[in-house]
Structure formats: structure tokens, C-alpha cells
């Protein structure tokens, strides 16, 4: 069974720092592209970040340069530094395992990141 678990959210003032991880288990962790996805109430879920099986890394526009992503394959964890933080980042932050070209895709149920101004 695949499942891929969250932690490390909570309440954050503006300007300061938390780090996310996703544990991973059920999977082959290296071998599956990895992302962060964010959710604010009303709104579609957006991509934060992704990091390939190398170690390629992608950042939305709105996270370049305060979020980095990061993955550890001897823990199965993946994680999200997440410095400056801001108001507008306050959503649930999913992380979620791709194997795109078997057509397979993993969620985990999210964790809640609120920064307050």
C-alpha cells in the first residue's frame, strides 16, 4: 500500500521559516519524480516545486529563491524548505510521487502551512 505522509506545517509569522517532509512508503522512492503542490480554499491546486529522480529541481515563479526542494532516496523523504514565507503562501501543501510515463501518481492528504501577516 502507497502512501505518502506529510508533516512539518503549522502557524508561521510572515518572514519566518518552516521545513516540510514526505515520508514515503509502499514505493520505490528513487525511482519516482517527486513535487510539492499547494491548495488555498476556491482555488485549483498549483505546483510549488518538483525535483526529478536526479535531482533536477523546478520552482513556481512565486517561490524562486525563498523554497527549496530537496530529497533524501536513503530515507524515502522528500522535503521543502520554505524561508520569508508570506501571507499568500497559507494553503495546504500536498507532495505527490509521478511515475508519468506508467501513468502512476501518488497524493499524500496534505498538510497546513498558515503564515500570518
Known amino acids: 500500500q502507497v502512501q505518502l505522509v506529510e508533516s512539518g506545517g503549522g502557524l508561521v509569522q510572515a518572514g519566518g521559516s518552516l521545513r516540510l517532509s514526505c515520508a514515503a512508503s509502499?514505493?520505490?522512492?528513487?525511482?519516482?519524480?517527486m513535487g510539492w503542490y499547494r491548495q488555498t480554499p476556491g482555488k485549483q491546486r498549483e505546483l510549488v516545486a518538483t525535483?526529478?529522480?536526479?535531482?533536477?529541481?523546478n520552482y513556481a515563479d512565486s517561490v524562486k529563491g525563498r523554497f527549496t526542494i530537496s530529497r533524501d532516496n536513503a530515507k524515502n523523504t522528500m522535503y521543502l524548505q520554505m524561508n520569508s514565507l508570506k501571507p499568500e503562501d497559507t494553503a495546504v501543501y500536498y507532495c505527490k510521487a509521478e511515475r508519468r510515463v506508467f501513468g502512476r501518481e501518488y497524493w499524500g492528504k496534505g498538510t497546513l502551512v498558515t503564515v500570518s501577516s
Open positions: 525535483i526529478s529522480t536526479g535531482g533536477s529541481t
Open positions: 509502499g514505493i520505490t522512492f528513487s525511482i519516482y519524480a
